[in-house]
C-alpha cells in the first residue's frame, strides 16, 4: 500500500523516497538523541494513543512513534493535498488550504494587536505549522508566534529539524505534548503549562477524524481554556457530509477495519459544531475548501470551521 502512493507521488511530482532518504542520511544515532532531548517525561501517553499512534496506525506497526512514519510524513501529508487545488503544485496545494482556513480565522483577529500568539496542536512534522506561518506572513502578521505540539516524540524531532529551513519570522518552535492536556507543555519562552488565555489563536488541522469522540471533547475544551475571551479557533478536517455520500459502507468499514483509521466511524458520527458550542465557543460558522472549484459544502472532501471563544 505504502509503495503504491509513494510511485503515485512521484508521478506527481513529490519525491517522496529521496526526500525521506535525506532525512534517514543523518543517521538514527543523530536523530535519537534529538528526539531524547525533545521528550517531555512529564506527558503521559494517553490509551488511544497507545492503542493507535504507538500502536498500529496509517500503514505502520508502530503508528506515529516510529522513524519511518515520521521521514515519510512530509511527502505523505502533501500527496492527500495535492488535488484539492490541481493547477497548483503539491505545496502550493497545501499552504492554499491553510489559507482557505486561516483566512477567515485570522480576519477574525483583525483589530487585535501585534504578536499574535499561536498554537497549533496536533502539529505533527510541522506541515500544518508552517503552512500557518505561511498564511500569517501573507495575512501580515509575521510578527506573530506559533508554537506546535504533538504526542509523537519522532514527529516534534522532525519538525524541530524542518524548522531550521523555514522563515525567520514568524516565529515558530515545536514541544512534545498531548493537546487534551497542555499543563506540562514546555513553552517556547522556557515556562512549563499553557495559562488559561495565554493563546490568542489556535488551529486544529486534520486531528479529530484519530480521535475517540470523548477525547475530541477533551481536546476542544483545552483549545477553549487556553484562548483568550476573543481569540479565535480554526479548524480543518475530512467532511463526514461528503465522506458518507461518496463511500460506500464497506469502503468505510475497510478503511477503519485496516487500522488506517481506526476512530473514524466516532469522528463520522460527531457533531463538530455543536462540540464545539458544548467547549464554550460562539459565532460557529463552517465553511470549505476551494469554494470556486467545490460549489457547495457537501462537494469538498475537507470541511473548515471557525469559532470565537466566548
Known amino acids: 500500500m505504502l509503495n503504491g502512493f509513494k510511485n503515485f507521488a512521484e508521478k506527481r511530482g513529490v519525491m517522496w523516497r529521496d526526500d525521506a532518504k535525506a532525512l534517514e542520511s543523518r543517521g538514527i544515532d543523530v536523530w535519537e538523541d534529538e528526539r531524547k532531548a525533545a521528550t517531555n517525561p512529564a506527558v503521559v501517553t494517553p490509551a488511544y494513543y497507545e ?30 493535498h495535492l488535488h484539492h ?20 480565522g485570522l480576519r477574525r483577529l483583525a483589530g487585535a494587536p501585534g504578536g499574535l500568539r499561536c498554537l497549533d496542536i496536533g502539529c505533527g512534522v510541522g506541515t500544518s505549522t508552517f503552512a500557518l506561518q505561511t498564511s500569517l506572513i501573507k495575512l501580515g502578521r509575521p510578527d506573530a508566534s506559533v508554537h506546535g505540539v504533538d504526542l509523537s516524540t519522532h514527529f516534534v524531532t522532525v519538525a524541530n529539524y524542518r524548522a531550521n529551513e523555514a522563515p525567520a519570522a514568524p516565529k515558530v518552535s515545536f514541544a ?73 459502507v464497506e469502503a468505510l468499514t475497510e478503511r477503519i477495519a485496516l487500522q488506517n483509521e481506526p476512530y473514524y466511524h466516532e469522528y463520522l458520527a460527531f457533531d ?39
Open 272 to 310: 463538530m459544531e455543536e462540540g464545539m458550542r458544548a467547549a464554550g465557543f460562539t459565532d460557529v460558522v463552517g465553511s470549505w475548501v476551494n469554494p470556486a472549484k467545490n460549489k457547495t459544502a457537501i462537494d469538498s472532501s475537507l470541511r473548515i470551521i471557525v469559532a470565537t471563544k466566548a
Open 176 to 248: 512534545h505534548a498531548d493537546g487534551t492536556d497542555l499543563s506540562s507543555a514546555m513553552m517556547a519562552d522556557g515556562s512549563t503549562g499553557a495559562a488559561n488565555g495565554s493563546f490568542d489563536y489556535v488551529t486544529v488541522s486534520e486531528v479529530t477524524h484519530e480521535l475517540p469522540q470523548h477525547v475530541t471533547r477533551k481536546l476542544l475544551a483545552e483549545a477553549a481554556r487556553v484562548l483568550r475571551p476573543g481569540g479565535v479557533l480554526a479548524y480543518l478536517d475530512l467532511n463526514p457530509t461528503q465522506a458518507l455520500r461518496d463511500n460506500t
Open 51 to 80: 492503542a493507535h499512534g504507538v500502536g498500529t496506525l496509517h500503514s505502520y506497526d508502530a503508528g506515529n512513534s516510529c522513524w519511518p512514519a515520521a521521514f515519510d510524513a512530509p511527502s505523505a501529508y502533501l500527496l492527500v
Open 85 to 104: 487545488y490541481p493547477t497548483l503544485t503539491a505545496q502550493q496545494s497545501f499552504d492554499q488550504i491553510h489559507e482557505d482556513m486561516h483566512g477567515p
